[in-house]
């Protein structure tokens, strides 16, 4: 078998089950290595006054990770430049927020140039590369330029968006050429994969599609949509587990006689948080009988805090909660819990399994592995409800939940009053069927998937169709 190297720009290091790692790039790879032996390669998270290109490496539970140091200004131009404050809000339809600035585009080469330079060296003729998600994309131009040959793959974590938002962005023909440098580039979804097929079709030079592949660009390259996963056995060890028993037991405490309702998502502008208060807000303005039988508990430790529009939604969110609290808490009872802050792995299992619903509305979203998580650990017996955004990739997946429009604060509101009064035996059908679907459609499912279909072509139709 092929060493599989996989290269991000988070690494998480060591891949402990109970670690805080936040985001859903880590949490499905750390899974999907934990019983691969391979390399993982990407950035530190650290800069330096000066790039060095010193490699810091090791091994634990068999993953090896190796991780390089950026320099200052690779921070603000790639990290914050060009992956957070152009490419993601524009990956999300938030053309609104996308920053346009040569120098973060300089930036993203740049970092690209110098992942490829430090990575060629670590690579072994027979080795499968697996390259994740929008900071990378023309990682493989980069390497093929160095000479290496082997396969490489790519799959993006964040939605793909129509080719109309695509081409607002300067440099979009560049960035989607240097996609067909790859051998195999896969989506979250069939949506996502349409909409990188129209691009090509309609804007990319001699596109034309054939079978499963895409020609453009005078290449010819292959494509697919990998639903990603979570590692559902882990999450049922990991509830049995002290800590999660221990969490469940002091947030049961917490909401005694109340049904909680839980969110847990990065402090992002994608997550609809915004939207989601003030559907809870409407719920309890419709429902004055039900005011003190709920308690929401939002957790959304903050992220990218040095981009603008991450600390101007902070903002906005701390005096939401404030005017809600405000407007309906009683000397006794808070409708809201609002907190900043990271829990382990095992914590937030515990957490999820005292819940009665599961809020998971993104206005736009790659996968959300939230909404898998939540469902992986409720009691069977009596299961919580999902309520989840039809704009997250996994509303295709999760049909049994109740989806709404996140940008209605009714459609929340009345999915909420659907959810608490939702009998047991409807609770636990829907369940049933969401529960099967986390399990068998999981993070080592995701990672045979593509990997099978990187290293073997003949085998992807069956992944596409799987
Ligand atoms: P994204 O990758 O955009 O952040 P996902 O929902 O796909 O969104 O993944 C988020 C991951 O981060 C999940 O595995 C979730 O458990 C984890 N996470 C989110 N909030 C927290 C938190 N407060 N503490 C620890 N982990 C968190
Ligand atoms: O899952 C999408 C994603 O952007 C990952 O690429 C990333 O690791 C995660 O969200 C969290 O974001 P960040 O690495 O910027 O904290």
Known sequence: MSRLIVVSNRVSAPCVAGEETVGGLAMA??????????????????TLPVFTGDLNT?????????????????????????????????LHYR????????????????VNKRFA?????????????????????PLAREL???????????????????????TTLPGHTQLVQAMFEYDLVGFQTVEYLQAFEEYVLSQAHGGQPSADTLKAFGRVL?????????????????????????????????????????????LDYSKGLEERFLGFEHFLSDNPDM?????????????????????????????????????FADIDWAPLRYVNRNYRRDELAGIYAVARVGLVTPLRDGMNLVAKEFVAAQNPDDPGVLVLSRF????????????????????????????????????????????????RNDVTAWRDSFVSALSNPEEQQAALAG
């Open 29 to 46: 790879l750390s899974a999907a290595l934990r019983e691969y032996s391979g390399l993982w390669f990407g950035w530190s998270g650290k």
């Open 58 to 90: 090791q091994t634990l539970d068999g993953v090896t990770t190796a991780v390089v140091d950026l320099e200052d200004v690779d921070r603000d131009e790639y990290y914050n430049g060009y992956a957070n404050k152009t490419l993601w809000p524009l």
């Open 95 to 110: 053309t609104d927020l996308a920053a346009y600035d040569r120098v973060y585009g300089e930036g993203y080469r740049r």
């Open 117 to 137: 330079e430090t990575l060629a060296p670590l690579i072994e003729p027979d080795d499968l590369i697996w390259v994740h998600d929008y900071h990378l994309i």
């Open 144 to 166: 093929r330029a160095l000479g290496i040959k082997n396969r490489i793959g790519f799959f993006l974590h964040v939605p793909w968006p129509a080719h109309q938002v695509l």
């Open 222 to 266: 292959r494509v697919g949509a990998f639903p990603i996963g979570i590692d559902a056995a882990d999450f049922g060890l990991m509830l049995k587990s002290a800590r999660a028993r221990r969490m469940r037991d002091l947030v049961a405490a917490a909401s005694v006689f109340r049904h909680l309702i839980v969110g847990v998502d990065r």
């Open 291 to 327: 005011r003190r039988e709920v308690l929401m508990l939002q957790i959304a430790p903050v992220s990218r805090e040095s981009v603008e529009a991450y600390q101007e939604i902070r903002g906005r969110l701390d005096a939401l909660s404030g005017r809600i609290n405000g407007e």
């Open 392 to 439: 997250a990739g996994a509303a295709r997946q999760m049909r049994e939940a109740l989806l709404v429009n996140p940008n209605s604060p009714e459609e929340i509101a009345e999915a909420l009053k659907r959810a608490l009064a939702m009998e047991r035996t409807e609770r636990i059908r829907r369940w049933r069927a969401l529960f099967d679907g986390v399990q």
